[in-house]
């Protein structure tokens, strides 16, 4: 069975940092372009950030580039999102997400991340 489990997440001051994972198993993550997705509370679903198969390509929201970095460990099979400078606008729920052109998505459950005092 497919699954996508994010994990990471948690409560962290203003400023500080935390590393999400999004760990995958039974499909070939390799093949699959991966995503990270967040939804605040009460808000739709908002883009984060992109990776290419190859991990050699990314795409960040103007909301986040500089602050957050995707990376993609293919041999593990994990997807990584570090972010920085973590502020309160930036609690929400963050999914993972697997695309393959010709396939169908998977999406993972979440892990929430709240930043506040």
């Known amino acids: 069975q497919v699954q996508l489990v994010e994990s990471g997440g948690g409560l962290v001051q203003p400023g500080g940092s935390l590393r999400l994972s999004c760990a995958a198993s039974?499909?070939?993550?390799?093949?699959?372009?991966m995503s990270w997705v967040r939804q605040a509370p009460g808000k739709g679903l908002e883009w984060v950030s992109d990776i290419n198969s190859s991990g050699s390509t990314t795409y960040y929201a103007d909301s986040v580039k500089g602050q957050f970095t995707i990376s993609r460990d293919n041999a593990k099979n994990t997807l990584y999102l570090q972010m920085n400078s973590l502020k309160p606008e930036d609690t929400a729920l963050y999914y993972c997400?697997?695309?393959?052109?010709?396939?169908?998505?998977?999406w993972g459950q979440g892990t929430q991340v709240t930043v506040s005092l």
């Open positions: 039974e499909f070939t993550f390799s093949s699959y372009y």
């Open positions: 997400a697997a695309r393959r052109v010709g396939y169908r998505d998977y």
